[in-house]
Nanobody, 117 residues
Framework: QVQLVDSGGGLVQPGGSLRLSCAASGTIFSINTLGWYRQAPGKQRELVAGITSGGMPNYADSVKGRFTISRDRAKNTVYLQMNSLKPEDTAVYYC???????????WGQGTQVPVSS
């Protein structure tokens, strides 16, 4: 079992920045991926970014150049720095964990990010 606690969401104006955090605990395999999905109202959940235990990141095309994912291996914590936020970034952001290269196996509770003036 893996527990994920994500935080850092909140209302932000277009062009603003926000930093999300997700702390993982429990039985964590040495080879894993931590990252974020998001789900906007009326839309399917989509991958935002992920980062492997080896530090290799990947991003959705829609956020490349604006979002940066990083992780602190010692703390089993992943961060998502979101800059130049747009109204279309509005969604609930969910942290996820997967062992090896499997699909997401565990999810955080979600944190809301409304981008609006």
């Amino acid at each position: 079992q893996v527990q994920l606690v994500d935080s850092g969401g909140g209302l932000v104006q277009p062009g603003g920045s926000l930093r999300l955090s997700c702390a993982a605990s429990g039985t964590i395999f040495s080879i894993n991926t931590l990252g974020w999905y998001r789900q906007a109202p009326g839309k399917q959940r989509e991958l935002v970014a992920g980062i492997t235990s080896g530090g290799m990141p990947n991003y959705a095309d829609s956020v490349k150049g604006r979002f940066t994912i990083s992780r602190d291996r010692a703390k089993n914590t992943v961060y998502l720095q979101m800059n130049s936020l747009k109204p279309e970034d509005t969604a609930v952001y969910y942290c996820y964990y997967s062992a090896y290269l499997s699909p997401p196996q565990y999810w955080g509770q979600g944190t809301q990010v409304p981008v609006s003036s």
